[in-house]
Nanobody, 124 residues
């Protein structure tokens, strides 16, 4: 079984910073793309940032220049450094990862996994 566990959310004033972490654990063969999504009250979940296994990154326009995604493959962990936070960044942030696991029948199976979410609240 694979688990993604997030940490680092909280309450911060506008202009402040937070760093989110997401650690994957379990019977993992390989972690492919990883990313962060967020969902604000009454809104759909949206992509924030993604990072490939080779370190290639992509960001939503709304966070470019303020957020930085990174990963430590030795720790199966992805990070999201959030600077210059705005009240519009308030949301539950979810970690996502495409992970390949070994199986007794098909040998390997790649699936998308989600963390439980961590609340980020930015006050004005």
């Amino acid at each position: 079984q694979v688990q993604l566990v997030e940490s680092g959310g909280g309450l911060v004033q506008a202009g402040g910073s937070l760093r989110l972490s997401c650690a994957a654990s379990g019977n993992i063969f390989r972690i492919n793309d990883m990313g962060w999504y967020r969902q604000a009250p009454g809104k759909q979940r949206e992509l924030v940032a993604t990072i490939t296994s080779g370190g290639g990154t992509d960001y939503a326009d709304s966070v470019k220049g303020r957020f930085t995604i990174s990963r430590d493959n030795t720790k199966n962990t992805v990070y999201l450094q959030m600077n210059s936070l705005k009240p519009d960044d308030t949301a539950v942030y979810y970690c996502n990862a495409r992970i390949t696991i070994p199986t007794p029948t098909t040998r390997f199976l790649a699936s998308n996994y989600w963390g439980q979410g961590t609340q980020v609240t930015v006050s004005s």
